[in-house]
């Protein structure tokens, strides 16, 4: 398991879609936990940490997988020397600093992950160490947000309804294209009429979908193509390798990207 | 594992439903186990957390799940420092204080469990803790308390009939529209009025169960809709991220509940 | 695990079926094994505990799983301040002590299970603690009695031939009429008139395992009926809460329970 | 695991079916190994113990299962106090000791099994440690013998030809009815003419499995009656449940053992 | 797990196919990671050494497999006499050491492998080593690199969008004709003839894909094939074991690879 | 896991069936790995072993199996009184030592196995001991070969062509019948008559494959018939024993090899 704790030195970068930052801090202030729903590389992340930013809170992330236990959540007993020593887990940490914790992709977890995130997600807001006996209530300011990606075909994974029913749910899509041709002129570096190209193209491979890519292009890698064009690789190459490979591969897919490259950069 | 011990500090609120108190009551002086059947986010917990205050005994929940096992539920020997110490698990520390046990989602939990449940729900009342050579009778007050959801289907998963058998079951369903309004206003802190556009606007969403729902919104999701509605959220706003969101990830089924949400708050 | 020694003060309550009382007290003088066939609730472990008083032996129960093993029957070392001790096994434990040995549900028990009771249950009468090395020749008075329920399903899990031959096997069924009533009036605490409805209602409700019912409702529930009967809760509640509830989910079986409850207590 | 290690005090009681006698003996002198196939109960554990006694070797049984492991077979260290200790498991003990090494049910162990039993199979006749870094060479006198019935469909589990081939194969059977007269008479207790009946009535049983029966009667079902029988219950009853009942659960197959049976004992 | 540290001495043979050195180098200087697509053994590995080698940086291989955890990657402690001592895995050197850590056949590890990736892939660049609470920020230089090839049908095993928009994909093949004789002549020490002969046989043997070769003749078989020539064996032999046998087992495929052998080499 | 390091005192007999002495040793000479594939008991081991007398190499042979993993291979660390001392486990030995190293029915292998193979059978020749931290480099003489019956169908298991690729393939079979004659007069010790005829039937009993014979008889089974034929067990009976029985459980290709037997010894 892989737990980072933010360490933001200033604003982290967020172009608010809607009125998801005022909803937040109402949960925040209510209570109530939040869930993320949306595809890859929408900025649900960011948008956690620029939360956390934003409410002066700690934050903690967990990526969920497969093998991922309650004790990798909660902590364990380290033999250190001839002592035996608790070492608290990022969940225990995040409740009792009160700090954001944020369970990313959390139906790809395992069941008992579910016991640990609902005495936390109601009125209990506790969180019980088991092992230690210790019963620990959330510090103030602690807040649970989880996030998956509905567009995924999970015939086995799913959050029961006992679970998904303690949430707010918050639905996160790419931005339009004036926020996204921002996005990728600031973070790639590159002039304003190749990043109105670049999202353009992803207009166009995006219904693509529909035959059969598994993903839209996110925002991530159009900004990978425009740094790649800002250090002086080709247009077209930059495309090909930073786009259409990393979507699929599919020779026919690929190929028709490729068309699609084709046909915006010369 | 996650064994929360209550602790109340006033009567928690609970609206009876019919006469589940009384025939719990005497389940309890009887020595009688109990079963609660019914859908998420009803009141199941609550009502134990009732009883338990009811009844004057503490209480022991267990959240069940997949991964859960006979030594998560009776303890176990954990080393500190240069000795052994046996550390009891949320059964045993119950049954030692005559406590409620509470087993919530037992059909999740493994089938060792059933081990554990068999001689405590017969005239045996017994417990024994094959690792440590000790046989417990339970102490005065002791009840087993189990709950599960019977809308789920479980293809694989299901009490053997000879665990059922052992108990009494006590049906519980969403509160009726009356009560339902009482709660939703009083603990989601909105008019009267509020609250009735509320359990009308679920009582509308309820039967989409027919057309594939995978479970209707409990009084959970509208509770927290009304406390976004009391924090100034536009309702509309807070039905669509308190309700509609929680409930389901289909587009199709989305776009109902979004649908009802517009005819009810404008 | 979860063995229990039954530690009896009086004569367990049993009314024989027919000749079983004789047939068991013979195969322990012979010292041949014995597999009890049977439904749920049906009187399997109470018969045990009879023959087991009757015959002034010790009686060790352990009721079988998925995740039982070898070493959970047998025993095991474990670590106490500084010294490795062995610890016998509920299996062991009855081996040395010349107990009944009483493993019910073995069908739900894991393969090596097979290997401790083959040894056991031929001419060898022998056990082979493998970790310490002992070969332990069992007392006299030793006897193993298993039980499991003929009317489950299980497409994988059956005693193989080489095991069920082992076996005298005697088989159970409810009690007749005269005798469950008896039954349901003395543990109960019921008048004969409501005894013999309550069982009069259990023949009518048995028909239905023929339109899906999984199990027929056991004597054990009629006694709970009756027990809450006799402490005031009416007639027809107490059938739905302690027959009907426990029996099924299937809301249609449900309300044919209901259907012939009703017409029993008005 | 469950190693047994033979203690005859006197010769085995074994009847010969045809020349398997000399054909083990020279097996055994020339140092190939054998395989015994033949339905349950039909004598073949008592013809390794009678071999093992009549070319005065030490005998290791091992009952194969599912969770066999090569460590159960070898031999693993094993903590006591301060020392690591290495204990033989029971293939490095008849290894050492030049015993008859039985596997039982050979086919039901994990695939590692293989692994130990190639090089004692061929001309390397060695068993390596790798946990002690030994390489044992068997003693003289060590032979290796594994059994199964063929007759049970096992559609994953099979010797792998190249396991297969290593061995001499020796086919049982039921002993003919003068044997089995004589078997059941002997170690029944009953006369000759109770001890014709019941190998007669088996003589009956035995086509059924045409008809769905898993497995014949053995001469241990017969014996176990004629014991029952010796002991004081009547005919019939010591028939149903020494042998119909351990012979199958269908209801239509019992019903049938059952009309053979009251046919041939009134 | 097998992490294997390349100590270069020299310039890594590798010729270019096209501008994957630039676009590589440029990745590197952005931070960016690359996945490389392409059959076996057409030269992924080399390229990634010549890179190390090219860029002046440290490179850390780990082939993935099923059983490759996150621990593998990240590290353990381990116990040493009395001590417990924090060894670092693979991953977590290279991240120390600004290292190019090459994750060969990603898509056969287990999925909490791409815990650890992410956030070694964005803008975040840090490894949390939960185990210690360390958090490690890449040293400058640190750059990951992951294969595949997406020839194979991986029916469940596929990297996730999430996870696969976070690289930029480079496609890598066959070397065409020219360089592919270049490398055979200079690696297996023939003559050019011979060279040209084998390249030739190659290019007729490739389209046998399409009648069920599961992968084409790499130049790795053609180098074999020659270093055999070289060192005497005649030519047709040393195809018929260098190419054809490590190719295929079917019967009929085999066939038609030696008739095209035999058609070059007489 | 069973690794042998064989102990030659002469020269291991073996017949060449064709150049596989020269082209294995020229790969030796080369570094280049071999594998070998053929059915069971044709001599694939008998050859590794000769060519390790004729090339003056230690050979290391390893029977490979679904619970082979890397730790098995590679080596692990030991608790030996306080200290904790690695073992090199056969893979490493071989490796420091420049043994011959035989992974016999590779495909049998985990998949982490892979991983030891790959950097062992290219131009790295290391291998990599993760848990020491340790590189060794191959010591000269080192040669890596892996052998597998291609006859069998595994679905799921098969090398995958990058590890196939890396490998030299010799083709094995059956003798021809002139030197299997040999070996069966000279292992089985008969005249050479008996062996003629042994070695006929063999032929006549081969084409049962295609009429469902899992594996045709190989030259062992012929040397066991051979031995107890010299050993004065009647000629038919030593085939139906050593040579019917072992075949195969199905009655009706028993039946066939037995009337093939009566039509070969009268």
Redesign the interface.
Known sequence: ?????ARCDGEPFYLAQG?EI??FA??H??G?PV?L?GP??CGKTRFVEHMAWRLGRPMVSV?C??????S?LLGR????????VW?D??VTQAVRRGAILYLD?VV?A???T???I??LS?H?R???L??T?E?IDAAPGFQLVISY??S?QHALKDL???T????????FDFPDSGREIEIVAVEGGVERACAVALVTLAGRIRPLRDRGL??A??T??LV?AA??IA???PER?ACE??I????T?DPTLIAAVRDLIAGHFH
């Open positions: 398991m892989q737990a980072i704790q009125d005022e909803i109402q949960c202030r209510q109530l869930m729903k890859t590389g990526a997988h497969d093998d991922l236990t309650a990798d007993f380290l033999i250190r020397g001839d002592e035996t070492q887990g990022p992709e790809e395992r069941p008992d579910t016991v640990v609902h005495p109601d209990r506790v969180l019980s088991d092992k006996g019963v990606n509905p995924y029961k309804p006992s998904r029913q303690r949430f707010v749910a918050l639905e598994a993903e292009p996110s991530r890698v990978a740094r790649l250090a002086g690789i190459k390798v930073a259409a490979g990393p979507l591969d």
